[in-house]
Protein backbone atom coordinates (compact mmCIF):
# COMPACT_ATOMS: atom_id res chain seq x y z
CA UNK A 1 0.00 0.00 0.00
CA UNK A 2 0.87 3.54 -0.47
CA UNK A 3 3.12 4.43 2.74
CA UNK A 4 2.89 8.24 4.45
CA UNK A 5 1.98 10.40 6.83
CA UNK A 6 -1.18 11.70 5.48
CA UNK A 7 -4.44 10.36 5.94
CA UNK A 8 -5.82 8.29 2.61
CA UNK A 9 -7.48 10.81 -0.08
CA UNK A 10 -10.95 9.50 -0.93
CA UNK A 11 -10.13 8.85 -4.06
CA UNK A 12 -7.41 6.10 -3.09
CA UNK A 13 -10.18 4.75 -0.55
CA UNK A 14 -12.50 4.33 -3.42
CA UNK A 15 -9.84 1.92 -5.23
CA UNK A 16 -9.10 0.01 -2.19
CA UNK A 17 -12.89 -0.60 -1.85
CA UNK A 18 -13.37 -1.99 -5.32
CA UNK A 19 -13.12 -5.93 -4.35
CA UNK A 20 -12.50 -6.51 -0.29
CA UNK A 21 -12.44 -9.52 1.12
CA UNK A 22 -13.48 -10.33 4.66
CA UNK A 23 -11.39 -13.17 6.35
CA UNK A 24 -11.35 -15.51 9.45
CA UNK A 25 -10.57 -18.86 9.25
CA UNK A 26 -13.93 -19.97 10.22
CA UNK A 27 -15.00 -18.82 6.44
CA UNK A 28 -12.26 -20.81 4.44
CA UNK A 29 -12.73 -24.32 3.27
CA UNK A 30 -8.83 -24.52 2.72
CA UNK A 31 -5.79 -22.74 4.41
CA UNK A 32 -6.93 -19.17 4.62
CA UNK A 33 -3.21 -18.07 3.10
CA UNK A 34 -3.81 -19.95 0.42
CA UNK A 35 -7.47 -18.32 -0.03
CA UNK A 36 -5.98 -14.88 0.50
CA UNK A 37 -3.03 -15.16 -1.86
CA UNK A 38 -5.21 -16.37 -4.65
CA UNK A 39 -7.92 -13.97 -3.93
CA UNK A 40 -4.70 -10.87 -4.46
CA UNK A 41 -3.95 -12.87 -7.44
CA UNK A 42 -7.73 -12.46 -8.80
CA UNK A 43 -7.59 -9.02 -7.83
CA UNK A 44 -8.37 -8.38 -4.09
CA UNK A 45 -7.62 -4.48 -3.48
CA UNK A 46 -8.07 -4.80 0.21
CA UNK A 47 -8.35 -7.68 3.08
CA UNK A 48 -9.62 -7.54 6.77
CA UNK A 49 -9.25 -10.28 9.12
CA UNK A 50 -12.00 -10.80 11.14
CA UNK A 51 -11.42 -13.51 13.16
CA UNK A 52 -14.47 -14.15 15.28
CA UNK A 53 -17.47 -16.47 16.03
CA UNK A 54 -17.77 -20.15 17.37
CA UNK A 55 -14.47 -22.01 16.25
CA UNK A 56 -12.33 -18.77 15.68
CA UNK A 57 -8.43 -19.08 16.44
CA UNK A 58 -7.46 -16.78 19.85
CA UNK A 59 -4.24 -16.03 21.44
CA UNK A 60 -0.81 -17.07 19.62
CA UNK A 61 -2.23 -18.73 17.01
CA UNK A 62 -4.58 -15.93 16.00
CA UNK A 63 -1.49 -13.42 15.98
CA UNK A 64 0.15 -16.24 13.87
CA UNK A 65 -2.58 -16.08 11.43
CA UNK A 66 -2.47 -12.62 11.43
CA UNK A 67 0.97 -11.81 10.56
CA UNK A 68 0.86 -14.61 7.68
CA UNK A 69 -2.25 -12.98 5.92
CA UNK A 70 -0.25 -9.49 6.51
CA UNK A 71 2.63 -11.01 4.92
CA UNK A 72 0.73 -12.12 1.83
CA UNK A 73 -1.02 -8.44 1.95
CA UNK A 74 2.47 -6.38 2.01
CA UNK A 75 4.20 -9.12 -0.96
CA UNK A 76 0.79 -8.31 -3.14
CA UNK A 77 0.99 -4.13 -2.24
CA UNK A 78 -2.93 -4.73 -0.87
CA UNK A 79 -3.77 -3.06 2.79
CA UNK A 80 -4.64 -5.02 5.53
CA UNK A 81 -6.87 -4.33 7.77
CA UNK A 82 -7.91 -5.58 11.59
CA UNK A 83 -11.53 -5.94 12.40
CA UNK A 84 -12.56 -4.75 15.86
CA UNK A 85 -8.94 -5.57 17.66
CA UNK A 86 -7.69 -1.96 17.69
CA UNK A 87 -4.62 -3.75 19.66
CA UNK A 88 -3.88 -6.14 17.41
CA UNK A 89 -3.79 -3.58 14.73
CA UNK A 90 -1.27 -1.37 16.87
CA UNK A 91 0.97 -4.44 17.52
CA UNK A 92 1.14 -5.78 14.13
CA UNK A 93 1.28 -2.42 12.26
CA UNK A 94 -1.75 -3.43 10.03
CA UNK A 95 -2.66 -0.06 8.00
CA UNK A 96 -5.96 0.21 9.17
CA UNK A 97 -9.10 -1.02 11.51
CA UNK A 98 -12.22 -1.46 10.85
CA UNK A 99 -15.18 -0.95 13.64
CA UNK A 100 -18.47 -1.10 14.11
CA UNK A 101 -21.48 0.37 16.39
CA UNK A 102 -20.98 -1.77 18.97
CA UNK A 103 -17.22 -1.33 19.01
CA UNK A 104 -14.69 1.53 20.81
CA UNK A 105 -15.84 4.84 19.83
CA UNK A 106 -14.65 6.01 16.36
CA UNK A 107 -13.36 9.13 17.49
CA UNK A 108 -11.34 7.41 20.52
CA UNK A 109 -9.78 4.51 17.87
CA UNK A 110 -8.88 7.31 15.43
CA UNK A 111 -6.85 9.29 17.87
CA UNK A 112 -5.05 5.95 18.57
CA UNK A 113 -4.17 4.67 14.91
CA UNK A 114 -2.83 8.26 13.82
CA UNK A 115 -3.67 8.35 9.75
CA UNK A 116 -4.01 4.35 9.19
CA UNK A 117 -7.43 3.57 7.34
CA UNK A 118 -10.51 3.50 9.65
CA UNK A 119 -13.38 1.74 8.60
CA UNK A 120 -17.07 2.01 10.16
CA UNK A 121 -19.62 0.12 10.00
CA UNK A 122 -22.94 2.18 9.44
CA UNK A 123 -27.13 1.50 9.28
CA UNK A 124 -28.37 4.86 8.61
CA UNK A 125 -27.51 8.23 7.75
CA UNK A 126 -27.35 9.20 11.59
CA UNK A 127 -24.88 6.87 11.98
CA UNK A 128 -23.02 7.38 8.98
CA UNK A 129 -22.34 11.67 9.66
CA UNK A 130 -21.57 10.80 13.17
CA UNK A 131 -18.88 8.04 11.73
CA UNK A 132 -17.81 10.86 9.14
CA UNK A 133 -17.57 13.59 11.69
CA UNK A 134 -15.47 10.91 14.01
CA UNK A 135 -12.68 10.66 11.35
CA UNK A 136 -13.67 7.47 9.62
CA UNK A 137 -12.45 6.86 5.68
CA UNK A 138 -14.99 4.48 4.80
CA UNK A 139 -18.35 3.54 5.95
CA UNK A 140 -19.69 -0.31 5.57
CA UNK A 141 -22.92 -0.43 4.86
CA UNK A 142 -25.46 -3.65 5.14
CA UNK A 143 -26.25 -6.39 5.08
CA UNK A 144 -27.27 -5.47 1.59
CA UNK A 145 -28.61 -8.84 1.17
CA UNK A 146 -29.35 -11.82 3.42
CA UNK A 147 -26.02 -13.22 4.48
CA UNK A 148 -24.89 -16.19 6.87
CA UNK A 149 -21.85 -15.17 7.66
CA UNK A 150 -22.67 -13.16 10.49
CA UNK A 151 -25.39 -13.96 13.26
CA UNK A 152 -26.00 -10.33 14.21
CA UNK A 153 -26.46 -8.86 11.25
CA UNK A 154 -29.26 -5.97 11.51
CA UNK A 155 -32.21 -6.39 9.28
CA UNK A 156 -31.88 -6.54 5.21
CA UNK A 157 -31.84 -3.35 3.88
CA UNK A 158 -31.35 -3.81 0.05
CA UNK A 159 -29.55 -1.77 -2.30
CA UNK A 160 -31.63 1.21 -1.83
CA UNK A 161 -30.14 2.15 1.56
CA UNK A 162 -26.95 3.24 -0.34
CA UNK A 163 -29.47 5.71 -2.50
CA UNK A 164 -30.39 6.65 0.01
CA UNK A 165 -27.32 7.54 2.22
CA UNK A 166 -26.12 9.39 -1.11
CA UNK A 167 -29.12 11.60 -1.73
CA UNK A 168 -28.55 12.63 2.09
CA UNK A 169 -25.26 13.76 1.16
CA UNK A 170 -22.70 11.38 2.16
CA UNK A 171 -19.82 11.76 0.50
CA UNK A 172 -17.66 9.42 2.08
CA UNK A 173 -16.02 6.68 0.03
CA UNK A 174 -18.57 3.40 0.57
CA UNK A 175 -18.66 -0.42 0.45
CA UNK A 176 -21.56 -2.53 0.71
CA UNK A 177 -21.32 -5.67 2.55
CA UNK A 178 -23.59 -8.84 2.98
CA UNK A 179 -24.95 -11.37 0.29
CA UNK A 180 -22.74 -9.35 -2.47
CA UNK A 181 -22.05 -12.27 -5.25
CA UNK A 182 -20.60 -11.17 -8.65
CA UNK A 183 -23.99 -11.57 -9.59
CA UNK A 184 -25.21 -8.65 -7.27
CA UNK A 185 -22.08 -6.90 -7.16
CA UNK A 186 -22.62 -4.27 -10.14
CA UNK A 187 -26.54 -3.08 -8.89
CA UNK A 188 -24.34 -2.23 -5.29
CA UNK A 189 -22.16 -0.17 -6.79
CA UNK A 190 -25.02 1.26 -9.22
CA UNK A 191 -26.61 2.03 -6.27
CA UNK A 192 -23.66 4.30 -4.75
CA UNK A 193 -21.18 1.67 -3.28
CA UNK A 194 -17.29 2.33 -4.58
CA UNK A 195 -16.77 -1.19 -4.20
CA UNK A 196 -18.06 -4.81 -2.04
CA UNK A 197 -17.07 -6.23 0.64
CA UNK A 198 -16.91 -10.21 0.62
CA UNK A 199 -16.98 -12.81 2.63
CA UNK A 200 -18.65 -16.30 1.62
CA UNK A 201 -18.09 -15.25 -2.44
CA UNK A 202 -15.07 -15.87 -2.15
CA UNK A 203 -13.91 -18.13 0.93
CA UNK A 204 -16.84 -20.15 0.49
CA UNK A 205 -15.63 -21.74 -3.12
CA UNK A 206 -13.11 -24.72 -3.98
CA UNK A 207 -9.90 -24.72 -3.19
CA UNK A 208 -8.07 -23.21 -6.44
CA UNK A 209 -11.00 -21.88 -7.53
CA UNK A 210 -10.77 -18.47 -5.45
CA UNK A 211 -8.34 -16.34 -7.81
CA UNK A 212 -11.22 -16.50 -10.52
CA UNK A 213 -14.30 -16.07 -8.20
CA UNK A 214 -12.52 -12.59 -7.52
CA UNK A 215 -12.33 -12.09 -11.02
CA UNK A 216 -16.28 -12.66 -11.57
CA UNK A 217 -16.96 -10.24 -8.91
CA UNK A 218 -14.42 -7.58 -10.23
CA UNK A 219 -16.12 -8.64 -13.85
CA UNK A 220 -19.60 -8.65 -12.16
CA UNK A 221 -19.01 -4.85 -11.37
CA UNK A 222 -17.98 -3.34 -14.76
CA UNK A 223 -20.91 -1.81 -16.61
C1 LIG B 1 -16.42 -3.67 5.46
C2 LIG B 1 -17.17 -4.07 6.67
N1 LIG B 1 -18.39 -3.55 6.87
C3 LIG B 1 -19.10 -3.91 7.96
C4 LIG B 1 -18.55 -4.81 8.88
C5 LIG B 1 -19.30 -5.20 10.12
O1 LIG B 1 -18.71 -4.64 11.29
P1 LIG B 1 -19.45 -4.83 12.70
O2 LIG B 1 -20.82 -4.28 12.60
O3 LIG B 1 -18.58 -4.29 13.76
O4 LIG B 1 -19.57 -6.41 12.85
P2 LIG B 1 -18.39 -7.48 12.97
O5 LIG B 1 -17.80 -7.66 11.62
O6 LIG B 1 -17.37 -6.95 13.92
O7 LIG B 1 -19.06 -8.71 13.45
C6 LIG B 1 -17.27 -5.31 8.63
N2 LIG B 1 -16.68 -6.16 9.48
N3 LIG B 1 -16.60 -4.92 7.53
C1 LIG C 1 -19.06 -9.06 8.35
C2 LIG C 1 -20.39 -8.63 7.91
N1 LIG C 1 -20.92 -7.41 8.25
C3 LIG C 1 -22.13 -7.24 7.76
C4 LIG C 1 -22.95 -6.04 8.00
O1 LIG C 1 -24.11 -6.01 7.59
O2 LIG C 1 -22.40 -5.10 8.59
S1 LIG C 1 -22.70 -8.56 6.86
C5 LIG C 1 -21.25 -9.37 7.12
C6 LIG C 1 -20.98 -10.75 6.56
C7 LIG C 1 -20.69 -10.71 5.07
O3 LIG C 1 -20.44 -12.01 4.63
P1 LIG C 1 -21.02 -12.59 3.28
O4 LIG C 1 -20.32 -11.90 2.18
O5 LIG C 1 -20.66 -14.06 3.33
O6 LIG C 1 -22.49 -12.39 3.28
MG1 LIG D 1 -17.12 -5.12 14.86
Given at each position: MKS????????LMREYLRMYLVIGSVNCLADPVRVVEEALAGGATLVQFREKGPGALA????????????AACRRAGVPFIVNDDVDLALEIGA???HIGQDDEDAGAVRS??????????????GEARLAVSRGADY???????????KADAHAVQGPAILRELRRSGIALPLVGIGGIT???????????????????????????????????????MVT
Open positions: GNERVSPAGEDRLALALRLQDGVRIGNRLLGVSAHTALGIGPIYPTASAERAGEVVAAGADGVAVISAVTGVPPGETRDAVRRILAG
